[in-house]
């Protein structure tokens, strides 16, 4: 199924109804115009049960494949402009089917296009892959030779991180396709992971990285980390 991008267009509020009609509501709506989702078809993080009851059989629809609803009611056949079901203050949500997640080798321009991809280094960084979906970068990964003493011959991923939006949509598991591409053959693949981290952690065993019991602190901020790897075993030449 495709990745759809719901984004929040406009918020209306009838005051005079929710004064005339409507009790209290301690939290009327959590979402701002702009806000964006991500979806393969769940309901995301933080959208409320109002709106994705409305979104939902538009999302299957066109993230299954279908185009021009309602005999080409939009302009790009593979959208649909969808409110919640709150009378009170409907919101407008753009529904628009993606072509899958591009992986490609960061290039200089993207200095100015991470929006909100907190991109730490921006050094020449030639070994770096971004993942763009629907033509926003929302995650990268940096990989680079093991720096370890005890691991020459490995490679190493030196970072990876996907907007919190984009996550558990398989866009880790593709940039992490694309460093192996690049990092293989070779003798393995190590990552150094937050020992406080468990989603990543968990993250990279569901990769095939075991932790091979090596710890230290890479960040006095960031507390203490678990180096984690893939094909620990010594007596391979290669990878199997
Ligand atoms: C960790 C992170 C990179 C994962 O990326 P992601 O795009 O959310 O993960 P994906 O959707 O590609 O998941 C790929 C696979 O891993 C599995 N997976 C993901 N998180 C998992 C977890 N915590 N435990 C077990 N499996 C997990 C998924 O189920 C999926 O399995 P499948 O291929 O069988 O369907 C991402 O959540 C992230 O950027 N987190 C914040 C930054 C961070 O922690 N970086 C790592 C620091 S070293």
Not at 6 to 14: I, P, Q
Not at 62 to 75: I, P, Q, V
Not at 136 to 149: A, H, L, M, N, T
Request: net charge negative; hydrophobic share 40%; aromatic share 10%.
């Amino acid at each position: 199924m495709k990745i759809c991008r719901l984004s929040v267009m406009r918020m209306a509020n009838y005051a005079d109804l929710s004064a005339q009609y409507e009790n209290p509501q301690p939290h009327p709506c959590d979402l701002t115009q702009g806000q964006v989702f991500y979806t393969r078809g769940r309901q995301p993080a933080g959208l409320c049960d109002s709106a994705w009851a409305t979104l939902s059989p538009f999302v299957m629809a066109l993230g299954n494949g279908a185009a021009g609803l309602y005999d080409g009611w939009m302009k790009d056949p593979a959208s649909a402009m969808v409110s919640c079901n709150d009378g009170f203050r409907p919101v407008s949500f753009l529904v628009e089917a993606l072509e899958e997640p591009l992986i490609r080798p960061l290039e200089p321009e993207d200095a100015d296009r991470m929006g909100d991809v907190p991109f730490a280094a921006w050094q020449p960084q030639e070994m770096a892959f971004v993942a763009e979906l629907g033509e926003k970068i929302v995650g990268f990964c940096v990989y680079r030779p093991s720096r370890d003493e005890d691991r020459k011959g490995f490679g190493e991923i030196d970072s990876i991180y996907i907007l919190k939006r984009a996550q558990g949509l398989g866009i880790g598991k593709r940039l992490l396709d694309a460093a192996f591409r690049e990092l293989l053959p070779g003798l393995g693949v190590t990552v150094w992971a937050p020992k406080e981290n468990p989603s990543a952690i968990g993250f990279f065993e569901n990769y095939g990285f075991q932790a091979d019991g090596a710890e230290k602190v890479l960040h006095p901020e960031k507390g203490a980390a678990i180096r984690m790897v893939w094909n620990s075993r010594e007596d391979l030449p290669w990878p199997i």
